[in-house]
């Protein structure tokens, strides 16, 4: 009996043991593959998108809030509405997505481009619809 507790607890030692094992080289693996994926000039380039797709959205709401403003509170109510109204950022169904432009891969971008970018003051001019905005130095 006593040499059945004895297998039972270094099986149970070397369980533990092995699990600890398991987790750290998980934790290895894990980064070691968030280095590989951020380290990528393709995943700058999705910083960088990113960034310039929330100068957009930010452009377009102080756009629609001048077209609110200029109408002198003759706006329709249902546009007002429109323009002002938050949408959800999750990815949920029934929610437009571009599934073209999630699968697509970033426009490519020099080393120099990613780096440099502009400290001062700046205004944005919007181009062609769903295009992204080109920032301009003041």
Known sequence: MQRAEEI???LAAEIQ???FRLRRR??????????AICSRDAFADFLSELGNAWIRLRSLKIIGDAIIDGCRGYCPTSV???IQRSKTLAERVGLAVDDDRKLA?????TRHERRHRD???RRVELTEPFAP?????V
């Open 8 to 10: 039972e607890q270094a």
């Open 17 to 19: 043991q092995a699990q």
């Open 26 to 35: 998980q934790s290895e693996l894990n980064e070691v593959v968030g280095n």
């Open 80 to 82: 007002i509405s429109t």
């Open 105 to 109: 891969p970033c426009p490519r971008r």
């Open 119 to 121: 400290a001062g003051d």
């Open 133 to 137: 905005p080109v920032v301009v130095g």
